[in-house]
């Protein structure tokens, strides 16, 4: 795997089970990974992306897309290259503000 596009489009298939329309974004695809991909993936990703842009995708992750155990090594990794403006706590749903 050369690119980035081919890495992605490895990792899409091998970790995005779901459907949606026009296929996942690069961010979530990056999310996925980082969420449930493997110590392998992991490593490969960090390779092809910098510190900055998954840094990045956490700052823009959705409720649901990283776990807060996935989200605690992500920080800690992240942190460690400089940049402490991330969250203590992943993004979460909050369904009481959609029945106001």
Same mark, same amino acid.
């Given at each position: 795997m050369n690119s980035r596009a081919e +890495? +992605? $489009?490895?990792f899409a298939q091998r970790y995005v089970w779901w459907a949606d329309d026009g296929g996942p974004s690069?961010? @979530?695809?990056? $999310?996925?990974? /980082?969420?449930v =991909?493997?110590? !392998?993936?992991i490593r490969r990703l960090e390779r092809a992306f910098d510190a900055d842009a998954l840094r990045r995708v /956490? +700052?823009?992750?959705?409720p649901g897309w990283i776990s807060e155990r996935s989200w605690d090594f992500w920080r800690g990794r992240l942190r460690l @290259? =400089? !940049?402490p403006a991330i969250s203590q $706590?992943?993004?979460r749903r909050s369904f009481g503000a959609a029945a106001s």
């Open positions: +890495l +992605l $489009a490895e690069e961010e @979530r695809i990056i $999310a996925q990974v /980082m969420n =991909g493997t110590y !392998d993936d /956490m +700052l823009q992750a959705q @290259r =400089g !940049d $706590a992943p993004p």
